[in-house]
Structure formats: structure tokens, C-alpha cells
């Protein structure tokens, strides 16, 4: 780039022969969009180029020069590809400009579908490309929603499941809550072609989450994805011993929020699970009530107080439970 | 500690917010003013006040941002079209009951054309794919009353593939549960009549888990921070599935008017932060909701 930036468009020799065009807003829009000088400026010289179709090297850096301004603007980066094809230019340049912008803000929809664009068109030898660049974004936001999308997208188009999982476990170890790299392990487990499918790694990831589940019981996610493993077999979940112990194992501490514990003790037991006493007893260790006969009623009892905002969402899976189950 | 929704200074906010001229935000917003007046026109309509716009004049500039090939609206005269701006465009029509200006065959044509063969939705003629077009072509065409136009089956059988096991539904197949793709996806499913593939209880317990205990306001997915915005993806979701008196009704409605600037209107996403036109949407049709549930 060798444009000075601080010099107004309508003072640079390059661009004499254009003449701005300026936004008819109306007599009184609704929502006016007050402008900065520059960014009205700028605008207008690329509104100019726009509607006469330039698609030239001055175009293109004037597109980067708008895009610097307001990176949302779709309709500039609709331009800037039709002006890339049109000058066959270099996409391993785009990625790094892409890079660029994202530094400022990588919040937008159209950056990230314009990368994938450009991606896509580069095909699958970027795909090491691609993983290191979403893994720089989510070293800043380890749960950039879109960096995440095109992550996957990368995955499954491109390729590059190698480390994924080793990635997942990098980002679990810095925050075991990241509801984002949960989700992401699911993804891998369940379509990477080079393991073996969910019940083929059941074994080992409930072991992984349990671990993970024992480090910080007050954990959405990996509660979740413990059920999550036991998709479509019940009979599995509720006779798996090793899920009812790790709820055992909460219950049984004073130093931490029990309710994802009682909540999945509710669900084994609304599954089948038949309660033993040591279920019992660590149920009822928790109780101020008078104990109940029904396990599952003394568990929404207890979760309605321990999880009180929540108190009609339990107080409706206690009416939800027949007495007939244990 | 506010205690009321302070409709007047809300109103005045949206009125005059734009006029600022140095207002990095009006300088972001422009390629989007179709959405911006969506949210604005909707909450003065909200608190009654749609009389202050000259129709005549929104309606104008509204026709404006339609591409005349195409068919669809663009963000903003000079932008291409989009249906996100498309949906705006027909919903400001719709606020004014102005529907009938529109060329309904031109506009549905270019939405149902973006059907892909799977059943979802692309937003233009670049490709991006994500479930919330596939709400917006559904939402948009059935205000048109033309869901014919379009392979309801198929566009179904993309959202469900959606759906992840914790209830919820992401952007694409595979993507984490996200309040504000819930929304879309539940709301494309209850519009096509369709709300049997979601398991309510299952998705009802994700939801109002978004509810935090401290500030009594909304998140979007687990161990994130509350926003007001989701005080509308997550609660009309729950209104859809016939959940919403799981969440605490008192403590959301204190956190969105702890949101409020009570001295130049608008609201925010946090009580912290700056307030801006999209979370004063949010947080008043979030209350509107909740008001009209209890009555």
C-alpha cells in the first residue's frame, strides 16, 4: 500500500477523473446516518466505481480503504470479489488482508464468509492455513461464534482433523467451561474420519469428562456433554455405573453447587435407574425436608431450592414424575 | 435502580440518535439502515408512538433500496440486496400496512431463488448459508402469504439437521446451540407449522438455564454474560415452545430496565455499557412480551 492514508481522496491526483457520487438520502430520513467527512468521502468515490463497474488496482485498494473504515459494509466486499476475479489476484495476499481487517474487528458476517470464499477457491492445501488462523482469533475469544463456524467449515471442506481434538483438550485445560470447545469435541468425535464414531470413543471420552466434570462440578457444558455421549441408548446411560458415581461424588461435597449432579441423577433416575442406597443416602444427606419416598420427588425438592431461580422448571419436573417409578 | 420503562426518553433517544455527526455508530450502521429502522420504527410502534415518522417518507426511501432486477432490498440505496434486509424492508411495510405497494410475485421470487438443494437458505447471491436466512426467507414469505413459493419440506428437514443434542439448534449442521439461531429456527418451525421436532422440555430446560441468578438477566450460550438482546431470542423462543414460565419473570424484567440510560433514553446490552438502537429494540419488545404473557 502505498496510498497516504491522511490525504483526502478528493486532493489525490490518481483519482481526478472520478467523480463522487453522493448518497441521496431524502429530505428527512428516518435514520439519517450521520457521517464522519472522511467516511463520506470515501464512500462516495466508492459508490462512483461501484456503479461504473472499474474493476481496476485502483478500485481494489480503494475497496481496502473503505473495508478499513466500516468492515460490515457487504456490498464493498461484494465488489472487492468481483474486482479480485476480474484481476485474477493473488488469494494468499487476500488472506493476509482479510487478516488484516480482522485485527480491528473480526465480528462481522462478511469478512468470515469472505474468507471462506477465498478459502474455498484455494481449496484444501490452506486448510493448515485456515486452522491456524481460527486458532488465533479464539486465542483472543476462545468462543468467536464465527470463528468456530468456519473452523468447522475448514473440517469438513477442507480437511485437517489430525489435532482436533488435542486442540479441543488445549482449550478445555485454559477454561474446562468453554461451552464453545465442547461442542467443538462433539463435532470431532462424531464426524472426523479418522476415529472410529461415538460409540467407539464413548468409553474414552466419558472417562475425559468425568475428569473434567470432578475439576468444577458447576459446569453447564461438561454435564451436558456427558449425556450428550449416550445418545439414542438409554440402556447404556442409566447402567454406565461410572455416570452415577461421578454424581455421587458431587453430592457427597460440601464445596461446590450440586445441581447439575441432582439434575442428572433426576434424568437417570426418570430413565430407569434404579436407585441403590448409597443413592438414597446421598440424597438424602442434602435434604432439610422430611425425606420422601420418591428418590426423584426429594431431588426436585432439593433442586428447587438449591437452584431457586429455576424453582418453576423443577417444581413442573416434580409434577412430571409417577409414582410408580421407584 | 430504575423501576419503569421510561417510554418518552426512548422515544426521544430514537428520534434523535441518528442526528449526531461524529457518532462512530451512525458511521458503521450504514450499510444496515434498513435493519436500523426496522428496530427503531418497531419500538416506536411498540410504545405507540409510530405517528412521530412521516410514513410517506420511510415508505419512499424504503422502495429506494429495492433492486429492480433482482427484486430484493438492499441495506441502504447503493447496496446490493439481501434478505435480511429484505425482511426489514417488508416488515416497515408491514408496520404501516403498506403492503400492498410491494410487487409480492418480484419479491418472493427472489427469496424462494435462494433455496438451495438441501433446503436451506442462502442470504444472497454470494452463498453464505446459515439457519438464521432460512427463519428470514420463511418469516418474510409468510407475511407475503407466499410459503408455496418455496420446498417447505426441505427447508424443514435442513433446520432439524440443526439440531444438536442438547435441544438447541446452531448457524449449520454441527454448530453449538446459540439463543438467537434458536430463535430462528424455532420460529421458522412454528410458522411452517412444524414445532413437533423440537423436544420442548429438552430445549424449554437449555433455555431458561440462559437466566442468571445474579443479575436475573439472559445469556446466549452456557458461562456467558447476560444481554438484553437475548431477553428476546431466549423468551420468544419460550413463548413458541410454551415454556416461558420457566424463567423468573421478575428478576428479567429488573435486569432490562436496569439497562435503560435514564437520562437520554435508549437501552443497553449490560447496565455498563453504552446504549445503542438494537439493544432499545431488544429490551423493549422483550418487555412487551412479557407484559402480554401476563395479561
Redo the contacts between chains.
Keep these: 500500500m502505498d496510498f497516504d492514508e491522511t490525504v483526502p481522496l478528493s486532493q489525490r491526483s490518481e483519482w481526478a477523473d472520478v467523480v463522487p ?1 453522493t ?14 467527512e472522511e ?1 463520506r468521502e470515501t ?1 462516495d468515490y466508492v ?1 462512483a466505481i ?2 461504473s463497474d472499474e474493476r481496476s488496482p485502483r478500485a481494489l485498494r480503494l475497496t481496502e480503504e473503505t473495508l478499513r ?2 468492515s ?4 464493498v466486499w ?1 465488489f472487492r ?1 468481483l474486482v479480485l476475479e476480474a484481476l485474477n489476484h493473488d488469494l494468499f495476499e487476500e488472506l493476509e488482508f482479510i487478516e488484516r481487517i480482522a485485527e480491528d474487528n473480526s465480528k462481522n ?1 462478511q469478512l468470515w ?1 469472505h474468507r ?2 477465498v478459502a474455498e477457491k484455494l481449496g484444501p492445501d490452506v486448510a493448515g492455513r485456515e486452522l491456524e488462523f481460527t486458532r488465533r482469533v479464539l486465542s483472543l475469544d476462545a ?1 468467536h ?1 464465527h470463528a ?2 468456519h473452523r ?2 475448514t473440517l469438513r471442506a477442507l480437511g485437517g482433523w489430525e489435532d482436533e481434538l488435542d486442540y479441543c483438550h488445549e482449550l478445555l485445560e485454559a477454561d474446562v ?4 470447545a465442547w ?2 469435541r ?2 470431532v468425535i ?2 472426523s474420519p479418522l476415529l472410529g464414531g461415538l460409540e467407539a470413543m464413548r468409553e474414552s471420552e466419558v472417562s475425559y469428562t468425568i475428569k473434567a466434570i470432578l475439576t468444577n462440578p458447576a ?3 461438561s454435564w ?1 456433554y456427558l ?2 455421549l449416550y ?1 439414542d441408548d438409554k440402556e447404556s446411560w442409566i447402567s454406565d455405573s461410572s455416570v452415577s458415581s461421578v454424581c455421587l461424588n458431587v453430592l457427597s461435597r460440601t464445596d461446590c453447587f450440586h445441581g447439575f449432579a441432582l439434575s442428572t441423577l433426576l434424568d437417570l433416575l426418570c430413565d430407569g435407574l434404579r436407585p441403590t442406597n448409597e443413592h438414597k443416602d446421598s440424597v438424602r444427606a442434602l435434604a432439610n425436608e422430611e425425606p420422601d419416598t420418591n428418590l426423584a420427588i426429594l431431588v426436585c425438592t432439593i433442586l428447587g431450592r438449591v ?7 423443577w417444581a ?1 419436573r416434580k409434577s412430571k414424575i409417577t409414582v410408580a417409578a421407584m | 435502580m430504575a423501576d419503569k420503562l421510561e417510554a418518552d426518553k426512548h422515544v426521544r433517544y430514537i428520534l434523535m440518535a ?7 455508530e ?8 434498513m435493519n ?2 426496522y428496530w ?2 418497531t419500538t416506536l410502534d411498540l410504545l405507540d408512538k409510530l405517528g412521530s ?2 410514513q410517506d ?2 415508505v ?2 424504503v422502495m ?1 433500496c429495492q433492486h429492480e432486477s433482482a427484486g430484493g432490498f ?7 440486496p ?1 434478505v435480511i434486509y429484505t425482511l426489514s424492508a417488508v416488515q416497515i411495510l408491514a408496520l404501516f400496512d403498506k403492503l400492498s405497494i410491494l410487487d409480492v410475485q418480484k419479491v418472493s421470487s427472489y427469496i424462494a431463488g435462494l433455496q438451495n438443494e438441501d433446503g436451506s437458505f442462502s442470504g444472497d447471491i ?3 448459508v ?1 439457519t438464521r436466512f432460512s427463519y428470514i426467507a420463511i418469516c418474510c414469505l409468510s407475511i407475503l402469504k407466499c410459503l408455496d413459493k418455496i420446498n417447505v419440506e426441505k427447508a424443514v428437514d435442513y433446520i432439524v439437521s440443526c439440531k ?3 435441544g438447541g439448534f ?3 449442521p ?5 439463543a438467537g439461531q434458536i430463535f430462528c429456527c424455532v420460529g421458522a418451525l412454528a410458522i411452517t407449522g412444524n414445532l413437533h421436532h423440537v423436544d420442548k422440555d429438552l430445549l ?2 437449555w433455555l ?2 440462559r ?1 442468571d ?1 445474579e443479575s ?1 438477566g439472559l445469556n446466549g ?4 454474560l447476560p444481554d438484553v438482546c437475548y431477553s428476546w431470542w431466549v423468551l420468544s423462543s419460550l413463548i413458541m415452545i410454551d415454556r416461558v ?2 424463567i ?1 419473570n421478575g ?1 428479567i424484567v429488573k435486569f432490562i430496565l436496569d439497562c435503560q440510560d435514564m437520562d437520554n433514553g435508549g437501552i443497553s446490552d449490560n447496565p455498563k455499557d453504552a446504549v445503542d ?1 438494537f439493544h432499545t429494540y431488544f429490551g423493549v419488545a422483550g418487555l412487551s412480551l412479557l407484559e402480554s404473557k401476563n395479561n
Design positions: 457520487l448518497q441521496d438520502d431524502g429530505p428527512n430520513p428516518v435514520v439519517p446516518i450521520a457521517y464522519k467516511f464512500m459508490r461501484y456503479f473504515l466500516n460490515g459494509n457487504y456490498t461484494h470479489r458476517y464468509h471462506r470464499w468462543k461464534y468456530w463456524s468447522q467449515w467451561f468453554n461451552n464453545s461442542n467443538q462433539y463435532y462424531t464426524r459446569n453447564e457444558s451436558r449425556k450428550a445418545k437452584d431457586p431461580i429455576r424453582a418453576n422448571y413442573w | 441518528e442526528k449526531k455527526k461524529e457518532s462512530f451512525s458511521v458503521v450502521m450504514d450499510h444496515l439502515r436500523g429502522a427503531g420504527l415518522v412521516s417518507e420511510v419512499s426511501w429506494t438492499a441495506g441502504n440505496t447503493g447496496h446490493d439481501h454470494w452463498g453464505e446459515d444438536n443434542l442438547d446452531g448457524c449449520t454441527g454448530a453449538e446451540s446459540h424449554g430446560w431458561c438455564e437466566q441468578y436475573g450460550r452456557p458461562e456467558k414460565h420457566w423468573e428478576k438502537i
